[in-house]
């Protein structure tokens, strides 16, 4: 018997506490996995992979009391050293190598890709059939660490604006936004469906906590095989209550996004600096109606409005276009959506019921995030309902809630790996996405 | 077009702020739904529900410019009034009201449960079949924000010991524990399932960050009935590289229960209290051999043992007692679990091969963790597959993983609501669970 009373003190050091170390001459432990070796003749240099960056170790014949033939690429070993300063070496430091402890060997240390690269030049699908090979490399590794980023900076900025996290169920018999698109399976013999959204549930808890978010995995079986589609991604939602109209919401998200430029600046600045990212301005983010924009983006890039009705990639794109150009904004939100193209409980526009109080936030051509007001009173949900032809059979406890009393209230999601793909400046979802789901991956 | 600026200033305030006003006889405004009314003739007080808790509102015939009657309960109001001192009221505040603006309505105001009782005094089933009502409770409700509080500090201390966040498929061709209790879905034609834990996804994702952690749902499709088990739930998961034993793996938990205490005490103060909560002393938790306290409880409670390689839930009941009677721990770590109770990936102890470098960690007779030192070498993963009879296709990317290379590594899984009832003091864990999926439930 023994007692455990707290995490255990290392002996060896990371790079940040390395570089805390006073005064150069040391004798420091590190450990690490074997990135690259470089051999110069009398001298060598072995690069690990440490979780806070590469730290240069350096091989000295003669002085090093082990043969450089004991160690190898993708071993992970525990060196001791001396403690350098070398302006030249990742960090400015640098371990003179004394001897080595091998805690692990690969058993073919021939990797199937160029890790230890700068940047990993093979396609996409290379990288997804050797995923957790590929994320070895410094720069697809980093792109994680800024959705890390993402996440963080959502859930700690909503806690400060008074928000309750909460845990909904992926598992349901009833969706929604209707029967399109769910993929289907047997719950102990009755049917079941995976929850393409959090809504009906967050919004259910907005009676409960006033603003709820949730971060966790949406399922949608769309069979759309584009850059921009995934067939699960990982959905940041939040539903507040008390709304004096959906502009609260988008407020609400262009603070998150400020909130989070400020967190990657001061917690994320290697990863920045890693994949050379310029953070965009999100101090104002411009809003334009929905007919407005299509009539703004026809004029200027003289293009015909085919469905008034509907946006087209290509008008997303030029939306974009446009936002950059007149208002210098790589984000725009685009309000007051078609009634047809929202869901039953969207609020209608009072003033035109062919509209709905809700948005788009478009970045840089892409659609990252769909939001708005609900609909709070019950019989207006009744009659949304009837008026759609959708029955209400299994929405039972949602329609009950309302009918119990709701405040107004309205709220959003973004797809994560959406938002870190512009953010990285990559052009494909799975790029971002740790292990994609789409029409033919599954695996790994 | 307008500009979006930022998160927008409220007129209304909340209970934090309303204390933080200087000096009484203010005008303030503030809104919420009505809880409850309780009229005592020319005198009537209206509390209200808001996310911070009560807060009592005074009507006063002839000095409030409205009729009672316009307000009533499950109405979300608005109201300008006088902040007053009142040390009988909740947080010692009360509002003088003015006037009042109604926001919202219920359609029917007689409530399918009284939520307004400081104990809702009724079955888990009617609390889960109004479930968004029944949490409208203040008691209710301030379970899960322990809850939150509990997913808060795993995060949170976690990221301060340098782990990174990742984000693993729910779906997938194949699991960590093998064929059994997974639930089956068609994913566009081909036969996929829903991933039962991300074991090996952050085995993976240790060769990439040395330390990762996932807050996600897992799926079991167990036929089990009990107040213990859920189809769904919330999997608190780490696994961290570099370690020089399991114990590494016992200490970093043992780190995050008394982080998880202190966090409680700072920012949940409130909910403890309401609940009635004493936090339980993690300073130091005691971790004992599986066979070992087999025979002490043995002898203690004059117990015959009927298998040496399993425990029954009674012995985790009386491992527990007697944790609490010799080592006043509520907590107890069980370690060296025999091999054939555990899966494939487990490390087997080198001085034993019948047991693991394995532990669960038990707290007031529930198993709320299990976890372990893992295989890292790829020779040894292959031996114990064949060992198992068990295949090695479909693990090919897990298997290529260790290949090329993996530190010596360890981790676990936390149960969210199994930990969240233990330490509310519930005996269901359907209690502490949002919306609950068990056998007969899929719906709310």
């Known amino acids: 018997m023994e007692f455990l009373t707290g995490v255990r003190q290392k002996e060896t050091l990371e790079i940040s506490e390395l570089l805390a170390v006073d005064g150069e001459g040391q004798t420091v ?16 240099f072995v690069v690990l992979r440490k979780r806070e960056g590469l730290l240069q170790c350096v091989y000295e014949e003669g002085v090093s009391k082990f043969a450089l033939k004991d160690v190898k690429e993708a071993d992970t070993i525990e060196i001791e050293g001396v403690l350098e300063q070398n302006e030249k070496a990742p960090n400015g430091i640098e371990i003179r190598m004394e001897s080595i402890r091998i805690l692990s060997e690969p058993a073919d240390e021939r990797m199937p890709l160029a890790i230890s690269k700068w940047k990993l030049n093979t396609s996409v699908d290379a990288k997804l059939n050797y995923r957790s090979i590929a994320l070895r490399n410094i720069r697809e590794r980093a792109k994680f660490k800024i959705q890390e980023g993402i996440t963080r900076a959502f859930r700690d900025f909503l806690y400060g604006q008074g928000f309750t996290e909460i845990h909904t169920p992926k598992l349901g018999a009833k969706s929604a936004e209707g029967g399109a698109n769910l993929f289907r399976l047997e719950y102990f013999h009755r049917p079941a469906i995976l929850q393409q959204s959090p809504q009906l549930y967050k919004q259910m808890m907005v009676g409960v906590y006033d603003r709820v978010f949730e971060t966790a995995p949406v399922f949608r079986a769309e ?112 309000t007051h959506y078609p009634s047809k193209k929202r869901p039953f409980y969207a609020m209608d526009d009072p003033e035109d019921s062919r509209y709905t109080l809700s948005f788009d936030l478009l970045y840089k051509g892409l659609e990252i995030t769909t939001g708005g007001q609900r609909i709070h009173d ?64 599954l695996e790994p």
């Open 29 to 44: 432990k590190v450990n690490g996995a074997v990135h690259t070796i470089r051999n110069m003749g009398n001298v060598a």
């Open 223 to 334: 069979k759309h095989n584009t850059k921009r589609h995934l067939n699960e991604y990982t959905s940041l939602d939040f539903e507040m209550g008390y709304i004096d109209g959906f502009e609260d919401v988008m407020a609400m998200e262009t603070g998150f996004l400020q909130y989070l430029m400020e967190l990657l600046k001061k917690d994320y600045a290697k990863e920045l600096k890693i994949l050379d990212i310029t953070l965009p301005d999100v101090s104002k983010i411009p809003a334009v109606r929905f007919d407005e924009i299509k009539q703004k983006v026809s004029e200027k890039y003289d293009r015909r409005i085919k469905n008034p009705f509907d946006l087209e990639p290509e008008e997303e794109q030029l939306i974009s276009q446009y936002a950059k150009e007149e208002w210098g904004s790589d984000f725009v939100f685009v």
């Open 378 to 441: 019950y019989q207006m949900l009744l009659d949304k309902l009837a008026a759609r032809g959708m029955e209400e059979e299994g929405l039972t406890h949602y329609l009950d809630t309302f009918k119990h009393g709701m405040p107004p209230h309205g709220g959003l999601g973004i797809g994560l790996e959406r938002l870190t793909m512009k953010l990285v400046g990559e052009d494909n979802v799975r790029e971002t996405t740790l292990f994609p789901r789409d029409l033919s991956r």
